[in-house]
């Protein structure tokens, strides 16, 4: 792994916002921007390139307080951001997301009282996508529904957790797929997720492209095979053949 671009802090941060990007030149300075009110004591921004053929980095490099370039992986990449990450607060954003810098200061609000009462705390926020017309509306409901109900969380719903939680429970999986859901069933063995309602906005790009209906349940199946144990390079391919 070789560090890019880095900034001293002044102070240790917080929060450490860690996004894992790849080839996300044209839409990670609309990520960022939010969440740049937030930067200083309260929170660091961690960019972790998988291997970029475009100019992610550079966009990204004024906007982050770190860079780094990591092997090409989601899991990969926000463990590596964790590793660097000076917070006790880690926010793990996609970067095709967007969450506003008032969100931010809301969530080291509540931990800094959960972390008051001697108490661990992970979670999520709702996720709302940013064309939410017709089926997708439905869709983003029950993405919310669902996680409150199981206490799973994806990772399009930007997942947060101790430093020290997350050190206990390994990190995430280094598996090609559904590493939030593996992430999610060992922390929920530890606490409920903070389920906060404050939205965090995805992009529909993907869900448009191959139609709504076909991966809502492509999702579904992908999600029952992992629960009855197959291998997630077998659900990585089944993915990437959608």
Not at 18 to 34: K, S, W
Not at 35 to 64: F, H, K, Y
Not at 95 to 124: I, K, M
Not at 144 to 163: K, Y
Request: glycine share 8%.
């Amino acid at each position: 792994m070789v560090r890019l671009v880095e900034a001293p802090a002044l102070s240790p941060p917080a929060l450490s916002i860690i996004v894992p990007a790849l080839n996300e030149a044209d839409g990670i300075a609309a990520t960022l921007e939010p969440l740049q009110c937030a930067r200083g004591t309260l929170a660091e921004i961690i960019v972790v390139d998988g291997g970029s053929t475009d100019a992610t980095a550079a966009e990204a490099g004024p906007l982050a307080d770190v860079v780094l370039l990591c092997e090409r992986g989601r899991a990969l990449q926000m463990n590596a951001g964790a590793a660097k990450a000076q917070g006790n607060l880690l926010l793990f954003l996609h970067a095709d997301s967007h969450l506003a810098g008032a969100h931010v200061e809301r969530l080291v609000t509540h931990w800094r009282a959960v972390r008051a009462q001697g108490h661990p705390l992970w979670g999520r926020f709702d996720i709302e996508f940013d064309d939410a017309a017709g089926l997708l509306r439905l869709t983003q409901w029950l993405i919310n529904g669902r996680s409150r109900m199981t206490g799973i969380a994806t990772g399009e719903q930007a997942i947060f957790v101790d430093c020290e939680l997350f050190a206990r429970c390994g990190g995430f999986a280094e598996i090609p797929l559904m590493e939030d859901v593996a992430l999610s069933k060992f922390l929920r063995g530890v606490t409920r997720p903070l389920c906060l309602h404050e939205k965090v906005t995805t992009s529909s790009r993907r869900w448009r492209k191959h139609g709504v209906l076909r991966t809502i349940i492509l999702m579904w199946f992908l999600r029952a095979a992992y629960a009855l144990g197959a291998p997630p390079s077998w659900l990585k391919r089944r993915y990437l053949d959608h």
